[in-house]
């Protein structure tokens, strides 16, 4: 096999990576954008995804044991999806709508507690073990030319680019889209158009969660495990990849993500090659943080990122 | 400002909130910690069990606990244990450490003021090394059932032992697997960059070269990594005979699933972290391609093997997942040393655990100078149809 043929691979392996991470991304960028809040709680709303999904499936499996793989996996992620949402609308309602005008800090703190709150939930509620997803994909290697791949991770990179024209679509084209944006740039000014920030911003997060949700079920479904703390790294990595981005901006988020994904194959890939031996792939994550802050030094705003001033 | 003003006050009722928690929180532990003490002096015995109990080890860390209170249950359940004349129960108390190095030493620490007589324990190397410092300050034995990092017994503390083989013997298992049976001339190597998992495969490393093989590649990984593709990728490239994986079954598993995806048919060659039902669940339709190792005989295949098996699923109701039977003869030695010091002094405990001569469940147990299980052996297990299937024992 051939060095491009590797590189290929690589790039590939970094999209499904990356696109992963622009989903979760976006959950981050989105909330950040319309409240300046930064929901740590979104890795572990992935996971409630997740483990909602694996429970939905094995029980529709019980009960319609003729459904194929791709039915249960729509019917895990409709699950998902809609867990997500209450719980999501019922965290930002509970945990950060009293604390929305409060020093910044005070609701930072309360997303750290709902994320160590829904750990612990999901641990008591999912058990601690590790537990195996199903195989509802067909997983064995299909050779696409130089590359080797899996239904499950082209179907990861098919619905990630679907959503995230879904995405720029209603933000950029419909009435609820426009509605964000205007609370965004100042809410009070949005209330005064006649625009509910309080509807806008349930709305927001509704659709972050939704996205966690999705990416949860795909981020099992394609490493085929599942576990209370599984949102944690997806999480950071996500976040780094929304500050990459420019946080607040959602194209940003899906250039981050997916440049995200690509810098740790890629850095996983060639370092040793890059620094003569110096570095081995133990150095993937320095990699890619390096990349980070070469980045927020030489444009602070992320690379698509505005209006810093007035968020800082 | 009157809501800022609110939330100043909430601030502060939850800040009270907190440290009245904290405090209430430290005098109930103050007080367990006391009972603890009194219950050593009164009539309970108590072993301190170390394993993770949460995170991506916890199936293997309730396994060890799991042998050990089967132990326990045993001798009490046959009248306890009698010194002059006073008879005493056996009781574990379990602790997690999240196969954290320092929440190891924390709980040790912890352990320690309870008033243990002796620990079975740590399950990870990683753990357990940091923790022994502890334990060698307060004169406790401890007693890994699991933890075969040669560096472990390698500190030339008194009260430092394992009922297992450590990773010099296990590594050159592996490395002669990959190097006579499956002739091997090239080989990869992957490591989890814990004690565990690097201290092995730096022996089979070094074994492979002796043997004539040249290690083409050496990746890295770490123990809560769940994306293998682009060192796996990287691998697939310099086509290899074999690759060869220090690591636990959490990451063994998905990494080997990820092998077969890629279309990687190379053999795969693992140290007891992997040799696990666990990892063949996770690993899929990767996990035929596994051959890995455990550090001690084969225990199904011992005269009273089958029946622990048999007794253990009774009780817990699941299989033994791989260390259980050690935990189980750890807690039986620390027993026999005390019954042989006839006292609960940690340091006669500690000298009598050192000149154990017993013949457990695991096979017989008698410790070299340095606490390393005499004789260890190292069987080798290949992965076939879901099943672990055994295949030889090497000493």
């Given at each position: 096999m051939g060095s491009f043929d590797t590189f290929l691979q690589q790039i590939f392996n970094g999209l499904v990576l990356g696109s992963l991470y622009a989903l979760i991304a976006l959950g981050y960028t989105m909330v950040y954008g319309i409240v300046n809040l930064i929901n740590f709680a979104h890795g572990d709303v992935l996971m409630v995804g997740a483990l909602t999904a694996l429970s939905a499936i094995t029980l529709t499996h019980a009960a319609v044991p003729g459904l194929p793989g791709w039915g249960l996996m729509i019917v895990g992620m409709l699950a998902a999806i809609a867990v997500c949402i209450v719980l999501s609308l019922l965290i930002e309602r509970v945990a950060y709508r009293p604390l929305r005008n409060a020093p910044r800090l005070a609701p930072l703190i309360t997303a750290i507690g709902v994320s160590i709150l829904l750990q612990t939930v999901a641990m008591i509620i999912w058990g601690r073990n590790h537990l195996t997803y199903p195989q509802l994909l067909p997983a064995d290697p299909i050779a696409i030319g130089p590359a080797t791949v899996t239904a499950t991770k082209l179907a990861v990179i098919a619905l990630s680019t679907v959503i995230m024209i879904g995405l720029l679509v209603l933000v950029q084209r419909t009435r609820l889209g426009r509605a964000m944006r205007a609370t965004a740039e100042n809410p009070r000014v949005a209330g005064l158009m006649g625009v509910n920030p309080n509807a806008v911003i349930a709305a927001t997060f509704a659709i972050g969660a939704a996205l966690a949700a999705v990416a949860g079920v795909m981020y099992a479904a394609v490493y085929s495990v599942a576990h209370f703390y599984m949102g944690f790294i997806p999480g950071l990595k996500a976040f780094t990849a929304a500050v990459l981005g420019g946080i607040g901006n959602i194209p940003g988020a899906m250039l981050g993500g997916i440049l995200l994904g690509l810098i740790e194959a890629l850095g996983a890939g060639y370092i040793d090659q890059l620094t003569g031996g110096v570095f081995g792939s133990n150095y993937q994550d320095v990699f890619a943080f390096i990349v980070l802050c070469a980045v927020l030094i030489l444009r602070p705003s992320g690379l698509l990122g505005e209006r810093v001033a007035d968020r800082a | 400002m009157n809501s800022s003003k609110r939330i100043a006050v909430a601030t502060v009722a939850s800040l009270a909130a907190a440290l009245l928690l904290a405090v209430l929180g430290g005098c109930g532990r103050k007080e367990d910690a006391g009972s603890g003490k009194s219950g050593a002096a009164g009539n309970v015995i108590l072993i301190g069990h170390v394993a993770p109990l949460s995170g991506g080890d916890a199936h293997l860390g309730k396994d060890n606990e799991n042998g050990a209170r089967l132990a326990a249950d045993e001798i009490n359940a046959a009248g306890g244990v009698k010194l002059g004349d006073k008879t005493y129960r056996v009781e574990i108390q379990g602790e997690d450490d999240k196969a954290d190095p320092r929440e190891g030493t924390l709980v040790a620490q912890k352990l320690v003021d309870a008033g243990v007589v002796a620990v079975v324990g740590h399950l990870n190397s990683g753990s357990s090394i940091p923790a022994s410092k502890i334990y060698k300050d307060a004169d406790v034995a401890q007693i890994s059932?699991?933890?075969?990092?040669?560096k472990y017994t390698d500190q030339g503390f008194k009260t430092t032992f394992r009922v297992v083989a450590n990773d010099r013997q296990q590594g050159t298992a592996m490395a002669n697997y990959a190097t006579d049976v499956l002739k091997a001339k090239t080989v990869a190597i992957v490591d989890d960059r814990t004690a565990y998992g690097q201290g092995l495969v730096d022996i089979v490393e070094q074994v492979v070269k002796e043997h004539g093989a040249t290690v083409i590649t050496r990746e890295y990984t770490d123990n809560?990594?769940?994306?293998?593709n682009a060192i796996l990728t990287k691998i697939r490239a310099t086509k290899p005979d074999v690759i060869i994986y220090g690591g636990m079954d959490d990451t063994a598993g998905p990494m080997a699933k990820q092998v077969h995806q890629l279309g990687i048919k190379t053999p795969l060659i693992g140290g007891d972290g992997s040799c696990t039902l666990e990892f063949i669940k996770l690993a899929g339709d990767g996990a035929d391609q596994m051959t890995c190792t455990r550090g001690g005989e084969a225990v199904e295949r011992l005269p009273k093997g089958d029946q622990f098996m048999t007794r253990y699923q009774a009780k817990f109701g699941s299989p033994v997942q791989i260390y259980a039977p050690y935990s189980y003869d750890a807690v039986y030695v620390i027993v026999d040393a005390i019954r042989r010091a006839g006292s609960l002094d940690r340091a006669a405990v500690t000298a009598a655990v050192a000149t154990t001569d017993y013949a457990g469940l695991t096979g017989h147990i008698a410790f070299d100078a340095k606490g390393d299980l005499k004789n260890g052996a190292i069987s080798v297990y290949k992965v076939q149809d879901g099943k672990l299937n055994f295949v030889s024992t090497t000493r």
């Open positions: - | 059932p699991s933890s075969t990092a040669v809560k990594a769940s994306d293998f």
